[in-house]
């Protein structure tokens, strides 16, 4: 990965010491784990939004900044707050706001090394546009990551598509998962998915989830070739130990800077584009969890970094390699940069 060469749009200029600030909308949860690695006894800890603040930590520049976006609840306030101040270059006081209701908390179940099932219980409200844009306005990008699903409704998301000026990046992920009975997730095709796709310069979802939204077409690659424009820029779509795979319109450039200047454009000229990237370290033996969001943190870190489109795809393959053979959140940042943490001990 290129850390020499930054962003033109994203480069530190004298008259800014400040820190460029990366906002990060997401839900920390609680996660009980089953069956992880065969063993027999559940595990719990940080999960959700937490695999992408720590790659968030590993992959940006040292002149960024993060600023989780994100409400918890009462019950795990102190805990979330103590988890989130071990990460380096992370400002817990502008976005965090505590909540009365319960935390999100989930219950992952293993039934192979590649599928589970989900169970949620708890929850805290999503985001209202009046409780955002002060929190957004200092920001100079923003990462969305949908970990309940529930984290923006699409009004709010269309507010946030005209009040935000800078580049918007969002792991789509659970906008595709219903809710079933007893909390169980449950796949869907997304609802209103055309105006959801229309609120970001960029969306990634997994395989199955790219499966579900060319659903009505019948072809989710000629749906996404469609789809990239003016407004939408790029579509990533991670595809497990295969690596990933992408669709750009003629409006996408690698440097996020530039995303914002064709929005609301009546159109651009040039035909969609796309290709693959593959994980060079193939199948790993391992705990997959939260290989996506590393991912996605990873790609948009890279990008923002300065990166190209390819030296960014080969940063988040490698990252989310090296999350197979992580456990959890804790200490993920350390591993990702190839030193020790706790949980290699």
């Known amino acids: 990965m290129n850390t020499e060469n930054p962003s033109p749009a994203f480069a530190r200029q ?10 990060v909308i ?12 065969g063993r027999e006894v559940p595990v719990q800890e940080w999960g959700g939004m937490a695999y992408a603040l ?20 009462r019950d795990l306030s102190e805990q979330a707050l103590r988890y989130l101040r071990e990460l380096p270059r992370i400002d817990v006081d502008s976005g965090v706001r505590t909540v009365p209701e319960p935390n999100n908390r989930v219950d992952l179940r293993y039934v192979a090394r590649d ?16 409780e955002l844009a ?11 990551n949908f970990i309940s699903g529930f984290e923006l409704t699409l009004d709010t998301a ?30 869907r095709e997304l609802p209103s998915w055309g105006g959801w796709l229309r609120c970001f310069d960029a969306v990634q979802m997994n395989e199955v989830e790219f499966d579900l939204l060319g659903r009505a077409w019948g072809d989710p690659w000629h749906l996404a070739a469609e789809a990239v424009g003016a407004e939408l ?21 690698p440097d996020p800077g530039r995303w914002p200047a064709t929005r609301h454009a009546v159109g651009v000229a040039g035909a969609s584009h796309s290709g693959r990237a593959e994980r060079p370290d193939g199948p790993l033996d391992g705990d997959p969890t939260g290989c996506g969001d590393v991912w996605g943190a990873t790609f948009f870190a890279r990008l923002l970094a300065g990166d190209g489109l390819d030296d960014a795809l080969a940063g988040a393959n490698l990252f989310a390699g090296r999350n197979v053979l992580h456990r959890g959140a804790r200490g993920l940042h350390h591993h990702l940069l190839g030193q020790l943490s706790q949980s290699d001990r």
Do not use: N
Not at 54 to 73: C, F, H, M, R, T
Not at 115 to 130: D, F, M
Not at 134 to 144: E, F, N, Q
């Open 134 to 144: 002060p929190i957004v306005r200092s920001c100079d990008a923003l990462y969305v």
């Open 115 to 130: 599928r589970r099932t989900e169970q949620l219980s708890g929850g805290v409200p999503p985001w209202l546009w009046t």
């Open 233 to 253: 820029k790029l579509i990533t779509v991670t595809l497990g130990e295969r690596g990933a795979a992408w669709v750009a319109g003629p409006a996408f450039t």
């Open 158 to 187: 269309r507010a946030l598509r005209s009040g935000f000026e800078g580049p918007t990046y969002a792991d789509l992920h659970s906008l595709f998962m219903g809710v079933g009975r007893e909390g169980l997730r449950v796949p």
């Open 14 to 23: 004298p008259e800014h010491p400040r820190p460029r600030r990366l906002g």
């Open 54 to 73: 720590s790659a968030l930590a590993a992959a940006l520049p040292d002149d960024w900044e993060v600023v989780p976006i994100v409400k918890v609840g």
């Open 26 to 37: 997401g839900t920390l949860v609680w996660d009980t784990i089953h069956a992880r690695d």
